[in-house]
């Protein structure tokens, strides 16, 4: 926890914060009552859907609603979150049940993309607005960088025009699992085209997810 805090470059004056986003639900099993991070990931989903808007407006001055809207969803995807967590090595301070630890679940989408919306609201909490922006500014560059490179077209329909451009046939999806609990179900997809490797992703609904995946393919297949 110590080394995730400075990765993070937040210095915790509540450490209790730190620790509780990073406690899983399963923990506990029910046998005793844990605060786990559930109720942070819903305060931090919030914060950095702020965050990122906030970004977004001031980068391009003239980017229509309809385009913002779409690089937002990107940004705060169940992907995007789980691959910052991944870049700041959540995985290994995670407190998990053994049973999740087990069937890898420190590598899951899932649980690192709920425990990064749950940190963002403890450097929020401890924090406030500045230590969360300069946390997102950080840690979401490299999601910046990609979103301000497409057109602005939702990435089913830029995946769906390329297939078309290469002669492949048109992606199909379907859903392959549900996790979380019913008031935050996360869902998973996979999109395939043709001959290509399938891609997976989640998200917090099935169209989510199916952008995630059509995002992760392009990203894959191109390079960008």
């Keep these: 926890m110590a080394a995730l805090q400075d990765r993070i470059g937040h210095a915790f004056s509540d450490p209790a914060l730190l620790e509780r986003a990073l406690t899983h639900a399963s923990v506990g099993d029910g046998s005793r009552k844990v605060r786990h991070n559930e109720r942070l990931e819903f305060l931090g989903d919030r914060v950095l859907g702020l965050l990122a808007a906030e970004q ?32 700041l090595g959540v995985g290994e301070a995670l407190r998990l049940a053994p049973g999740e630890t087990r069937t890898g679940g420190r590598d899951k989408d899932t649980i690192l993309g709920d425990a990064c919306e749950a ?45 078309q451009a290469r002669g492949l046939g048109l992606p199909a999806y379907a859903v392959t699992g549900r996790d979380g609990p019913d008031h ?41």
């Design 119 to 163: 940190l963002m609201a403890a450097v929020y909490l401890d924090g406030g607005l500045e230590a969360a922006r300069a946390f997102f500014l950080r840690y979401w560059a490299e999601e910046l960088a990609l979103t301000s490179r497409d057109d602005g077209k939702d990435p089913k329909t830029r995946l769906q025009e390329w297939a």
């Design 184 to 224: 935050a179900p996360r869902f998973t997809v996979e999109v395939r085209i043709d001959t290509l490797a399938p891609a997976l992703a989640e998200g917090c609904s099935h169209r989510e997810a199916e952008k995630s995946a059509a995002l992760a393919m392009l990203q894959r297949e191109t390079g960008q």
């Design 56 to 87: 977004l407006v001031s980068v391009d001055e003239e980017a229509r609603e309809g385009v913002m809207s779409t690089r937002l969803a990107q940004l705060v995807s169940g992907r995007a979150c789980a691959g910052v967590a991944r870049r």
